[in-house]
């Protein structure tokens, strides 16, 4: 088959191949899924360009955690799946149901762990879930990383009750399935971008109370106006060390901030104070249990949520994909087809 | 002033009298409210009639939970609201938070208690709240008890996610409130009444799917056909005993029977058994607290929900809303202006 | 090797053989374990005599879900278990963590799904935990079903704060370790017998309050009194229907009932209408996931609990065991060893 | 009365003076107690010192949140107390039940609002409770706010299980509290100190594993150890941002820090990445509620635990109780006898 791998001490795209591998075949509970689409998460720039931690690039992968398809074989013992049924793969191995375990810890695309931008893939029947009626292979391939984080800050970290308000920063594909679900959830949504543009089209899909943190850099003093100077009760923090203090300010009393934050990186420090006088939290998260996932799709099918697909590339073009990443003009998710 | 009193002892509406008493007067962290609506309850039937308990028409009381008003003097010590204020009553006295209390049990319009169904009256500070934004008195008038108890059975006992199946029971106050909370939390509503044209209009409100339980006595099934086998995640149930059997059938794996119950009494006996397998539960409700009113009033504001009023009657015809009480082919809640 | 089977259609002991099968093999994710040790539960009894549902003695079966042992060998892909690991099973195929869930029903020692009452065992090693450390194989093979039961009444279901009040009701198996884990928990115990000398032993185990139901059969109303009038805040129900009404006027406000009984079957009815007032709850609780059997292992270690035997019969004796079970004198667990 | 005053613009304990007062009266819905016993909490040093935010010490405050007494008088209205009831003040005012709200944030003997370090003193009724049976004025005096912070840490925001491992820091009040709570709670407690005396101590009272952190600098690494490198589940974090770093190598998957960290300041910075991998959270604290109050209360009494007393002054020498607190010799409480 063909798989595009990331090379073992992987700087950049450069490293990024397309290659000829074996078919792969459904062993003792595995399915052997045909891949229909993929799409990139944050994530996947940090693995080719080995910043994801110093073991996620240190072997050759096939990358890409989150893809889509059709199982065309199942392995002995698979009662889970039948041939032809349409499936997304789960972040992690082993990960079903409960809190974060380490012994669950093992994900795709990553450390030599090959994920899914090949033609099949082979999963253990556990570690897939049935797509959404009515979803597209493209639309399933948005799901498994950037969704179920987004339900996961939300539902299980967040708590989000109807009539509280979460706080989105940027329009990266977390924040704008965490802007789908907040609304659907009757969540009151304040968005920050740097653009205008983005702030708009997030107003067009329910966002309440919009701001640019270009032009009002101290954002948070707008978000405590927003909210009449209680704070927000929720925050999906992307943005790591760099936004966490302004976060920090903007959360109100038993606010949680859900801590994601590939995007700024880590590399800023900063001080826990305002969380003690109000009672707020910060929640490591780190996508979630299929479980949740399962949880995420039902809501998903009984909203009529559409995920935002920015860009579809084709297989051929996967490098392109990831440029486009890069390029961060993106709204929504890039997919990759097959 | 003008109020109405239910007389001690009362067995019916011809116990309920209009009388002239001395008007009220604020005292220390109180405030007196000047009543310009109130609504009915399905409870407040029952204290007429003598079925709420032995004690609840043993004295003289004014009638009714539900009020809503302008504050038109403040006692010494209160800093919570100011002259001009527009605000609801709390069902129960200083439960303001937390879970159920015994010490927080006294309510308005039983056993002594003086309700609203009068032009003036005094509450403490603690135990009234603002109306939401934007809402008149008829419809503030409408939420202390029967949204109050549908919130309290979503998002507290029944911790309905989104994607979540939600089965009500008929079209009362309580179920067309829970049909408004779970449709803005994404829930998915299975909703059932006697009635076609009362399932059509719950269907125009977002139910998703309707059974006629006079045409299918055995709903139970057909709840169970509506979702796949697998049972509904929490059932506001409000029939009682007699159909409480039902909806353990009709309850999945790990979901929550909310019992309120009021309507059908409660006569009847049942078996627990199915709660057993499936890891379901049954929990006792009775309205709620202070903390319950101010979450949904801001659940009711960000998602623009209105209460349904099914009819309003002046003041000097409150018999007569009672009687349409009775009747039972009200949709929604009745309220009395003054 | 040597086993014990329920014959089919089993309606009493004579029904129950001791028979030669073939030597289990471990397969593909499988365990082979050498039973050491088993113990009876109330609801092994109900499976030979034909209570235990429709179709748990339809099948012939090997009974019995409560075994330990030790590894002898492991199938491909085994990485969670070595040869020479001392293990139990757990209740349940599947049942690893999180909530109930209708997919993870199958338990072992009925309807067909071999149990342990032989010499070998055949397990997914996903179905099977380390037993705690210095147990012997008799103190592990009474936790994978009373033990695990109480842990998910107490520490799940019933969320018991040190500080709080727990009902115990009679001495079996469930309510001595209950009444082990809640003096542990650093929670309050009533706990009711028909024997005082029951009581006694109740006493030196740390109960704190003490009823003799038979003496009491109003017995509510000493727990009433044993709490100021306040009623308890959780109690592990064994009783079924027939203690349920009692249970209910114990319970108080926000009051927690786990709902277990197979004791005493579940042929009565009942009234839910005393939770209402007090926010009260009734949870149907089967057994518990993994993860329970897991959480309640350290719990038992860091507390330094061992289990309650009441007597250890050898395998060649297994009827008797049967036999003494029914006789409802023991305290504590009945053990088969092999 | 007499009293102790802490002066406007307070910046040591020269600034606080014995004074004489008025003798304060019970208005409305308020209680006069005779104050018997107070105690102090490193808060009560920093509001001496200026330290404590900039509006704590701006007012003529008389100092000290923790007193216990006996109810002398009731105002009107007052249904909770009765003259005679032994009673404990409330750190907050207002902060019945439920989450931290902005609106109850209120707490004695700081910015203008008067503790308990003086003869006699008034409490709205709300604001007290009444103090465990069997204890003398002296043990209740250290409970409102370094054992409710203890408390709350592990019961609600640790949600601590039996059978979790728990990490204290150092031996002062809230840690020598936490260890008795955790300890009767059934968890396992690790406890690190810089005074091998002070662990020998810790170790009598239940504590099950020792760290002498200054011999051990890089003490998460101890923890690791003795946790079987899976880290703990719940640390309560006195430290600050100076042992944050290391308290979030030092804790598990799903692990819960609890930060409180007055003792070392907040003037570091720190970087919250552990956190993510392994879905571990930080929770501010600030004291609790009356309800946190009144649950530990139970606990305490049915665990029969008796607060730590380092050592006794005589309300004359409330100066030299203070300096005592400085010295950080103490071993638990620090009383001062009226």
Known sequence: MKAYEVQAGSKSLADVKLVERPDPKAGHGEILVRIRATSLNFRDQMVVEG??????????????????????AIGAGVTRFKVGDRVASTFFHDWLDGPPRADARVSLGAAGVDGVLSEYAVFNAQNAVAIPP????????????????AWHALTVVGAVRAGETVLLIGTGGVS?????????????VVLTSSSDEKLERAKSMGANALINYKRTPDWEKEVLKATDGRGVDCIVEVGGPG?????????????????????????????????MRKGASIHGIFVGSRAMFENMSAAIEVNG???????????AEAIE???HLKSAVHFGKIVIRL
Chains 1, 2, 3, 4 share one sequence.
């Open 321 to 323: 994909a990831y440029r």
């Open 176 to 188: 704008v399935f965490a802007l789908q679900f907040a609304h659907a959830m009757g969540a009151r």
């Open 51 to 72: 910043m994801y931690g110093p073991a996620a690039s240190a072997f050759k992968t096939i990358p890409l955690s989150d893809g889509a398809g059709e199982v065309i």
């Open 305 to 315: 949520i559409k995920p935002v697909i920015d860009r579809v590339f084709p297989f």
């Open 134 to 149: 009515g979803f597209t292979f493209e639309e399933a391939a948005t799901l498994p990383c950037a969704a179920v984080t």
């Open 243 to 275: 936004t966490l203090a302004r976060s920090m300010e903007a959360v109100g009393f038993a606010g949680r901030i859900a801590l994601i934050g590939a995007v700024a990186g880590f590399q800023g420090e900063t001080n826990p104070r305002p969380l």
